[in-house]
């Protein structure tokens, strides 16, 4: 068994699934051969072992705060001859990464490793790989297998994705590759599988500066997520991608979901030409469709009638039944895909996501020039009309319904959206399958591969703050949260922004659905271009007193 962690109580992993990983991750290893390792929390060193042996580094520190548990384990490594291995006792979480140097320099000093020129500093240094053991459980909980809330893998993750803006940190001699473990319930705040997990200036951008992959992992879900047969259908694109690279993993190492899209996949000949989802749902066998269709059916039965809506949820008994039955099926669905946890779901609300996912529909129509010129003037009083009584339908809603209303909404739009909108839905691979008890004390956990890209962007500190201050409120519509930020800006910004107002490109030509957690990299772009000539905008101390303050998102 293999420690990656580093606490009086640590988590284990079994070689063979180390063994598995490392397979996955040789290829892209290959360039990394005779570099530096940085190896934060080594715990008792079988995994930083098999790294060494695979890369043959030039030198391999050993950071390890608990010397005195740890040390004997990691002795046969330091005293064998010709050995690399160094050791050094510090505790890098309890000192942030992107503060300043955070006492890197006795590292740097430990590797000698000399100052890098300017343009060394945007790409990748392939002389440094850094591995980390995030996941632990803190000696307070020992006993009790619990997920924190803020864990401090999350915070080390954010602050390692916040200084590839700032070049400080561990990429202060250039971008370095970063592979880790951590507790399978963490990974879902790096790769969110539903826009409800969108939120924060670091997820959104994290696309810009860097490739995330999960090597390992688990399929559960999250507390929040999506309606199922999503989750079904990104797994079918996900195995189309991988028979058209030639790609494969051992069958033993694939999950529930994934067994299901890939036994389904046919029509291989179909060329892909509306976006994953699109092409996944065309791959599905009729048996598998069934499902799908039979689930939709009992939703659209009693969810939307001539595009007309209830003033408010009615109870009347035949609707109940439908309800009851729509419910059945969906737990029916859950239980076919290994689903763990319920959507929530009413009537009214699935009434508004469905009118909502038709006018959204209707206006990429109308971009793309679908409707003849006789019908358009027709088809957008349709339009407004339609967009008018959905902004009628949410205005009873409590918060919470609107933000439920909302998500769904939006976690559908998402899904169509060509690439898809979450990372999580563009990955090439599906992650190796691994299960509570290869781990002990028994816990689900994730290997994470993150590879900056070359050139990523300096974001200076005021572009950040403004974006945070957008993503505040992620639910919110764009234009609201606009005005929130800055009065007038909406007014004064949104229609020069070409991309919000394109349905072909994520857009809305109704702005009022168009919430900010869907704002994708180039509108958000287009935003900070528009922001910097605008004569009106705030200053950078006013932002920072408004929205500066946040511990996962640190910029100093």
Known sequence: MVSIASSRLAIEILI?????????????LEEYKGCHIIDIHPGAGLWSSKIHDLLKPKSHLLLEPSADVYQPFLKPLLDAPNSTYKFLET?????????????????????????????????????????????RI???????????????AEKFLFQYLNSLRTRCGLHQKGLVRLLAWIMDADKFNILPRSVAGLEGVTIRTADELCDIRE??????????RRPPHYDLLSAAAVARRMEAANQSIPVAR??????????????????????????GEAALTPNVLDEIAELRTEEQRFAFSGRTLLSRPTHNRSIRTDAAAMVKGRARFDAHVGATS??????????????????????????????PPAERPTKVAEMDSLAATLTEGYRPLSRRDRRLAAQSADNIEAARSSPPILAWDRRAVEPLDAGDHEFWPRHRMALLDITPKANASRDPVFQQLLVRSLLREDAMPIAEALERVAFGAAKALLPKCEAINDPLRGGRLHLENMRVRMLTLEMVQELLREWNAWPFQKSHDDLWNDFGHNEFDTLL
């Open 16 to 28: 063979g699934t180390v063994d598995d990983a490392l397979k996955i991750l040789s290829p892209s």
């Open 342 to 371: 319920p959507i929530p779901s009413s009537l009214y609300i699935d009434r508004l996501v469905i009118m909502e996912g038709v006018l959204n529909q209707m206006e990429r129509d109308y971009a793309a020039g679908a409707f």
């Open 138 to 152: 803190p000696p307070r909980y020992q006993g009790e297998l619990i997920s924190l809330r803020r864990s401090t």
């Open 254 to 279: 694939q999950n529930r979901i994934f067994k299901l899209a890939a036994q389904a996949l046919t029509n291989r000949e179909k060329e892909e030409s509306h976006g994953a989802f699109v092409d």
């Open 91 to 135: 505790q890098l979480f309890a000192k942030g990464l992107s503060r300043g140097t955070y006492g890197l320099d006795s590292i740097w000093n430990a590797l000698g490793f000399p100052e890098p020129d300017d343009a060394q500093l945007d790409r990748p240094n392939s002389s440094i790989l850094v591995l980390a053991g995030l996941a």
């Open 215 to 224: 090597v390992v992992g688990s399929a559960g879900f999250p507390k929040s």
